[in-house]
């Protein structure tokens, strides 16, 4: 299926003013609590080691040391290894110079590892995510110390909600901080960067936080799953295959269900938040996707079919959604403006990318007829499996309870679909 759901990568000739500094935002109190929902997934996940569900960063704790906690019940006679973990990254949302910009991995797994003597092998100690928006990581041992070695080891994944892996091996990236010797007492390791070879996979697991908080938020199921269709404990997993030297890539792959980016796919947020929107539009149909013909070279704004534009477009509209912007971003920096009017150039009509994630974005838009979010909408999807725009606006939003007249039917009139 390679290309079948390829972004176009030809050279824009129209790139958008709006280009600029990503948008990170705020998050909502509401999306704060489905991230602590993420943060108690991972006790839930095969990794996790001895001990109670870590939160936002902080260590898992241990029972074993409760009676022995003076002033701080997080650290009190315990031995932990703090820091911030931070990766490098050619960012392309800033535009076609791609800068060179250092970020914070939010919601990364981490493991310490330890051992009482020399001789021994190193064991488990505690297991975590750093934090969710500072992508600290306190990794407090299970045990009491001292300890004659401690290090932590950083995977390139989310508890077991998404996950970067090989191409080659079909595993996860990890590396190791340094091995400390004769640790009596809590160490700070300050910042620690992801070597600069994988730095592309922690930018994929960071990035999919801006996505996941916009997913569970919708998820009226009330799991930390992605959609509505699985229960918290077993959630399916967003896997994408990625490699520094990876050639083939841009698609996901409904055989395998996985992404496939190649090397530079990475340095786009938009490219990796569209791909995992096709996964995501999948996962709303419950393991289903909508038919797609004449899609292998789609274009924003020239016809394809009512199913490849429909597929497409919400793919896009879940990028722009969920980085609070209103373009899609390439790889090399290029960028190409979603916004369009009946006076716009495009083709015209509901088989155009570009007219129906437009019409999406706008339904979903804070002052949009759908409630200022796109949560309703996600809830639609998650039960009528809409086969092209027109099935979506004209059956399945009336079943919703969703307009379809007066501003909503202004709305896709505005991007040239008139019902
Ligand atoms: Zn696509």
Not at 96 to 117: C, F, I, M, Y
Request: glycine share 10%; proline share 5%; charged share 20%.
């Amino acid at each position: 299926m390679s290309g079948h759901r390829r972004v176009p990568r030809r050279a824009l000739t129209d790139p958008s003013t709006a280009a600029g500094s990503p948008v990170t935002g705020r998050p909502s109190a509401r999306a704060v609590a489905a991230v602590a929902l993420l943060a108690g997934l991972a006790a839930c996940g095969p990794l996790r080691a001895a001990g109670q569900p870590a939160t936002g960063g902080q260590a898992t704790a241990s029972a074993q040391n409760s009676g022995t906690r003076t002033t701080s019940p997080q650290t009190a006679g315990r031995t932990c290894l703090t820091g911030t973990l931070a990766y490098d990254h050619r960012d392309a949302e800033a535009g076609e110079s791609r800068p060179l910009a250092t970020a914070v991995a939010r919601n990364a797994n981490w493991q310490l590892w330890g051992k009482a003597t020399v001789s021994e092998q190193a064991q488990l100690l505690a297991s975590g995510v750093t934090g969710q928006n500072d992508g600290t990581f306190s990794a407090c041992a299970d045990r009491p110390g001292p300890f004659a070695e401690a290090y932590l080891k950083f995977r390139s994944s989310s508890t077991s909600l998404w996950r970067v892996v090989s191409p080659v091996h079909k595993t996860e990236y990890s590396f190791e901080s340094p091995h400390l010797a004769g640790i009596s007492a809590s160490r700070d390791l300050g910042t620690v960067k992801v070597p600069a070879d994988q730095q592309g996979a922690w930018k994929i697991v960071d990035t999919l936080n801006d996505f996941y908080r916009k997913a569970v938020e919708a998820n009226t199921a009330g799991s930390g799953c992605w959609t509505r269709h699985q229960s918290t404990g077993g959630c399916d997993q967003l896997t994408f295959s990625w490699a520094p030297d990876a050639t083939d890539g841009g698609y996901w792959d409904p055989g395998s269900r996985d992404v496939v980016l190649a090397a530079e796919d990475a340095d786009s947020k938009h490219t990796i938040l569209h791909e995992a929107g096709h996964w995501f539009h999948f996962e709303l149909y419950d393991h289903s996707f909508p038919d797609a013909p004449n899609c292998e070279n789609h274009q924003f704004d020239v016809a394809s079919s009512t199913g490849c534009a429909w597929t497409e477009a919400f793919a896009d509209a879940v990028a722009a959604y969920s980085l609070g912007d209103y373009r899609y971003v390439f790889s090399d920096g290029k960028s190409f403006d979603l916004h369009n009017d009946r006076s716009t150039t495009w083709d015209r009509g509901d088989a155009v990318q570009g007219r129906i994630g437009g019409s999406l974005l706008d339904l979903w838009a804070k002052d949009g007829p759908d409630g200022g979010s796109w949560n309703r909408d996600i809830q639609l999807m998650s039960e009528h499996q809409s086969a092209d725009f027109h099935t979506y606006f004209t059956v399945d939003r009336p079943k919703a309870g969703l307009a379809t007249t007066d501003a909503a039917k202004r709305i896709i009139s505005s991007h040239t679909i008139d019902y």
